[in-house]
T-cell receptor, first 117, second 112 residues
Framework: AQTVTQSQPEMSVQEAETVTLSCTYD???????LFWYKQPPSRQMILVIR??????QNATENRFSVNFQKAAKSFSLKISDSQLGDAAMYFC??????????????FGEGTQLTVNP | DVKVTQSSRYLVKRTGEKVFLECVQD?????MFWYRQDPGLGLRLIYFSYDVKMKEKGDIPEGYSVSREKKERFSLILESASTNQTSMYLC???????????FGPGTRLTVL
């Protein structure tokens, strides 16, 4: 079974600064997807960024980028020019590409990000 | 936009009661999921369904059952609620062709 670990329960960053959230995972599969989801306070979870394991290039979405290290099974999220609206719980998630279970996600424990003005 | 709705944002029930949590999605998604979210544990999958009347156990199915009679609706049932089922429950849906799950707002269930 796959596992996802986020070793930073809480992080904080100053507005306009850069912060990196860590995620490691364990799998025996070679083809899969990795995600970062954001859950703002009292609001719905939304997708921030997605990485396909067969792509070597790191995904980017505006101020959000990932550092995907497949051999190390590491998938960190970098938020540049942090804004107050980035304050949220962030979850790293893994998705297999196999069978009917291919659509299910395995989540990490979450990292609570605080953005200080 | 995809919309996933859940029947209640907050729910308080007594130990031993039968509890129904309803989830509806409006985008004709094949897959639907029920998670519970607890501090320090992240989201854990309870059950999921990849078609009408089809279901599979997730990682923590004990004490729960599900029903999917129509494609757009996925119900989570607590047959006899217990205090350790106090939690936030999140529903999600996705299609087979995309990789993103769309989440509902969550139901915060308290069992007294």
């Amino acid at each position: 079974a796959q596992t996802v670990t986020q070793s930073q329960p809480e992080m904080s960053v100053q507005e306009a600064e850069t912060v990196t959230l860590s995620c490691t995972y364990d799998t025996s599969e070679s083809d899969y997807y990795l995600f970062w989801y954001k859950q703002p306070p009292s609001r719905q979870m939304i997708l921030v960024i997605r990485q396909e394991a067969y792509k070597q290039q790191n995904a980017t979405e505006n101020r959000f980028s990932v550092n995907f290290q497949k051999a190390a099974k590491s998938f960190s999220l970098k938020i540049s020019d942090s804004q107050l609206g980035d304050a949220a719980m962030y979850f790293c998630a893994y998705r297999s590409r196999l069978g009917t279970s291919g659509s299910r996600l395995t989540f990490g424990e979450g990292t609570q990000l605080t953005v200080n003005p | 936009d995809v919309k996933v709705t859940q029947s209640s944002r907050y729910l308080v029930k007594r130990t031993g009661e039968k509890v129904f949590l309803e989830c509806v999605q409006d985008m004709d998604h094949e897959n639907m999921f029920w998670y519970r979210q607890d501090p320090g544990l992240g989201l854990r999958l309870i059950y999921f369904s990849y078609d009408v009347k089809m279901k599979e156990k997730g990682d923590i199915p004990e004490g729960y059952s599900v029903s999917r009679e129509k494609k757009e609706r996925f119900s989570l049932i607590l047959e006899s609620a217990s205090t350790n089922q106090t939690s936030m429950y999140l529903c999600a849906s996705s299609t087979g062709g995309t990789h993103e799950q769309f989440f509902g707002p969550g139901t915060r269930l308290t069992v007294l």
